[in-house]
């Protein structure tokens, strides 16, 4: 069979297919901290989406390519906020590192805020919904690891989400007020509890969290996925996608990995 040098050309020149997220808006919310800069730069780098904008509550100069900033009125309540046009977005609960001058100048939200804000994305034409939700390590209640913790949570389950994601990544309790001395003696007398967490209830690379928001954002199906904390260290260990698959599709090869040194010390 010959070959039309004419149809040649023109299956050169034609553009390469576009995956199907390519035309699509995504919006991150609390793009602070370790985490959320690993968001913005894991979803911005894969070139999957049109256009990727992240949330500022001050005026901030763009110096991301391919990353645009959306002033919002931080003193307002949410539901008077106006809407910003997003077909997938992501939020992230990690505060701002007080160093870095362009952190400042970006909206950071509070897990008490899930619900309102929630609602005010859907309002923005948001259809796919990530949350990454930190919480102590080693403090979560088994009951609550896989479903629905709080009444943000139930709220934005609620809302007419096509899909939502919830990721439990683990983080490490915050550093002890000043105590008197025998608050701090009895506070010393306990800290033997930080060595008996299991190794999956503890805190994770920002990236390997990331990556699995990532893979999870590709994969997921219709409806609300919960990720518990053993299965985001899982993906963590090893393959992300397999965990991700065996996660949201029921695939096999997606086992999480077994905590050996579950009960080493920190």
């Keep these: 069979m010959s070959l039309d040098p004419l149809q040649a050309l023109q299956a050169a020149n034609r553009a390469p297919p576009r995956p199907a997220d390519a035309a699509r808006t995504l919006l991150i919310v609390g793009a602070t901290g370790p ?4 968001i913005v730069r894991r979803l911005s780098g894969t070139h999957r989406f049109a256009r990727t904008r992240v949330l500022a509550a001050e005026p901030m100069r763009d ?12 003193g307002a309540p949410l539901r008077d906020w106006p809407p910003a046009a997003a077909d997938v977005a992501v939020v992230a609960f990690d505060p701002p590192r007080l160093r870095n001058g362009r952190e400042r100048a970006l909206w950071a939200p509070d897990p008490s805020q899930l619900g309102e804000l929630a609602a005010w994305l859907r309002r923005c034409g948001v259809r796919t919904l990530a949350v990454v939700q930190p919480h102590d390590q080693g403090r979560l209640p088994e009951a609550l690891k896989h479903g629905l913790a709080d009444a943000g949570e139930h709220a934005l389950a609620a809302l007419d989400f096509e899909c939502v994601l919830l990721l439990r990544s683990a983080r490490r309790p915050a550093g002890a007020p000043r ?3 025998l608050h701090r003696l ?7 509890a930080r060595f008996m967490v299991p190794a999956t209830e503890r805190p994770v690379r920002a990236a390997r969290v990331a990556e699995l928001l990532d893979v999870a954002l590709a994969l997921a199906p219709p409806g609300v996925h919960v990720a518990a904390p053993e299965m985001v260290w899982a993906a963590a260990q090893g393959d992300a996608h397999a965990v991700a ?3 949201l599709l029921g695939r096999a090869g997606g086992d999480p990995v077994p905590a050996r040194d579950a009960w080493k010390a920190v």
């Design 35 to 38: 985490l959320g800069s690993e």
């Design 245 to 247: 698959a065996r996660w």
């Design 186 to 192: 009895a506070a010393w007398m306990l800290s033997v």
């Design 179 to 181: 105590l008197a001395a």
């Design 63 to 74: 110096g991301l390519r391919g990353v645009e900033s959306v002033q919002v009125p931080a």
